[in-house]
């Protein structure tokens, strides 16, 4: 479905990021994994997903937190590649704390790489998406970008930011073959989540299976977790031509949580 095209996903060595980026993959993108790190195993997960799927995948390190090297992501890509038709912007990271102890610099962080990073990087990627007059934008917002909840004021205020970015850029490349969406995760069993079921536990001492159940997934009608595969499954979608008049939206995958 997607052969030949090349993806770039930002975050993409472990959790959601990493199973997006194995989807394209397997419909047939040529992929750019990226994280901050450049340890030995990061290029390996590249080329791994290269032996799966018979693609070519290589990992380019960025520190999301830095604009420059957000736009030199972009640029590297289309240069290694001589194109640039697919942009999901997944890197992100967590802090919980009330307000009034939140420390400043995990606010600038969590604003940075969840919020900033997708400016960066769409606004490098733009001129190369109406110049071939295709493109596929995808950010990785969250039910937080749709809904609120008590201490987690950066998240919340990074992830509504991504959503009207997202309504934004649609609106600015209508008509010329560049789409822009949002998928909103609920919660998803990824190391991110962990973290936070562990401090949940630690804070309250209740058991790991509690936590879960009634604090964890107390907003999601479903009780379950979304799983990885469920949201790059909804990636892949709209980053496929069959979503052409799909732009400016939010794809919920969250067991019915923002329907409340």
């Not at 990824?190 to 309250?204: G, M, N, W, Y």
Request: charged content about 20%; hydrophobic content about 45%; aromatic content about 4%.
């Amino acid at each position: 479905m997607l052969t030949g095209q090349t993806a770039i996903v930002t975050g993409s060595t472990s959790g959601i990021g990493l199973g997006i980026a194995e989807k394209l993959a397997a419909k047939g993108a040529n992929v750019v994994v990226n994280s901050y790190s450049d340890k030995t195993e990061d290029h390996a997960i590249a080329a791994g997903i290269a032996s799966r799927h018979g693609v070519e995948a290589v990992y380019v390190k960025a520190d999301m937190a830095k604009p420059d090297e957000c736009r030199d992501l972009v640029e590297q890509a289309a240069v290694r590649f001589g194109r640039l038709d697919i942009l999901v912007n997944n890197a992100g990271i967590q802090h919980v704390a009330a307000v009034e102890d939140f420390p400043v610099e995990r606010w600038n962080a969590i604003i940075a790489i969840n919020l900033s990073s997708a400016f960066h990087t769409i606004a490098a990627a733009v001129p190369h998406m109406k110049a071939a007059g295709y493109g596929r934008i995808v950010n990785i917002a969250s039910a937080h970008g749709l809904r609120a909840s008590p201490y987690k004021a950066a998240y919340v205020s990074a992830k509504h930011g991504v959503v009207g970015l997202t309504k934004t850029v649609a609106l600015e490349l209508a008509g010329k073959g560049v789409t822009c969406n949002a998928v909103c995760p609920g919660f998803v069993l990824t190391p991110l989540v962990e973290t936070q079921i562990a401090d949940r536990a630690k804070e309250t001492g209740l058991d790991r299976e509690t936590v879960i159940r009634e604090i964890i997934l107390e907003k999601q009608p479903s009780k379950q977790f979304a799983t990885v595969e469920e949201i790059a499954a909804a990636t892949a979608f709209l980053a496929s031509k069959d979503a052409a008049q799909i732009t400016g939206t939010t794809l919920s995958v969250d067991g019915g949580w923002t329907a409340q």
